[in-house]
């Protein structure tokens, strides 16, 4: 059973370029979030992915955007990129619980090394 | 909104310590609470959940309770071991939400 796959593992810009980054969820989840985690701190929650529309946004500019395909992966995609944006990239996939707006345990993939020069 | 306060690290063991990691929380409605550990360079683990007052979540020795009236879950393990040295998060999940809340998370180094 593969679980939360992220890709690429690494990935240098520089600023002011665009970055898309990949996320397949484990088997049998439909939902995807996505976090950052700048070093030394927390993850922080950018938005989340249900039936391919977006859910819930965290604090994050618009130069945050992201895209759910059928398949239930799912792209972060960051323009105008800043120094600022160096960070750890988290993806987590749940199952959406029921008919409410709970839903389960989030599990995470390894992350995208994001350096932005 | 949803906050969480940990003990601040690192805290440092000998092999064979206790260990108790202290987290309270703020979370709308009734949340569930999750721990989280993160070993170097890598992304988030699941280590523990529990979804109702006075449950308690276990996993690999590591214990926590949900505590509603003091809205804490601290983390516990009888006997630590060289290979738990990581970063540990604790996290609420709001009723009604669909973020987890971290705080900066604890660092455990556990010598032999």
């Known amino acids: 059973d593969a679980g939360v796959t992220q890709s690429p593992t690494h990935l240098i810009k520089t600023r002011g370029q665009q970055v898309t980054l990949r996320c397949s969820p484990k088997?049998?989840?439909?939902?995807v979030s996505w976090y950052q985690q700048a070093l030394g701190q927390g993850p922080q929650f950018i938005f989340q992915?249900?039936?391919?529309?977006?859910?819930q946004r965290g604090n994050f500019p618009d130069r945050f955007s992201g895209h759910q395909f059928p398949n239930y992966s799912s792209e972060l995609n960051v323009n105008a990129l800043l120094l600022g944006d160096s960070a750890l990239y988290l993806c987590?996939?749940?199952?959406?619980?029921?008919?409410?707006?709970?839903?389960?345990?989030?599990?995470f993939g390894p992350g995208t090394r994001l350096t932005v020069l | 909104g949803d906050s969480v306060t940990q003990m601040e690290g690192p805290v440092t063991l000998s092999e064979e310590a206790f260990l108790t990691i202290n987290c309270t929380y703020t979370a709308t409605g009734y949340p569930s609470l999750f721990w989280y550990v993160q070993y170097p360079g890598e992304g988030l683990q699941l280590l523990l959940k529990a979804t109702k007052a006075d449950d308690k979540g276990s996993n690999k020795g590591f214990e926590a309770t949900y505590r509603k009236e003091t809205t804490s879950f601290h983390l516990e393990k009888g006997s630590v071991q060289v290979s738990d040295s990581a970063v540990y998060f604790c996290?609420?999940?709001?009723?009604?939400?669909?973020?987890?809340?971290f705080g900066s998370g604890t660092r455990l180094q556990v010598q032999p």
């Open positions: 992915y249900y039936e391919e529309e977006e859910r």
């Open positions: 987590a996939s749940s199952l959406r619980v029921g008919a409410g707006v709970r839903t389960d345990t989030q599990y």
């Open positions: 088997s049998g989840h439909d939902t």
């Open positions: 996290a609420p999940l709001g009723t009604g939400r669909r973020a987890l809340t």
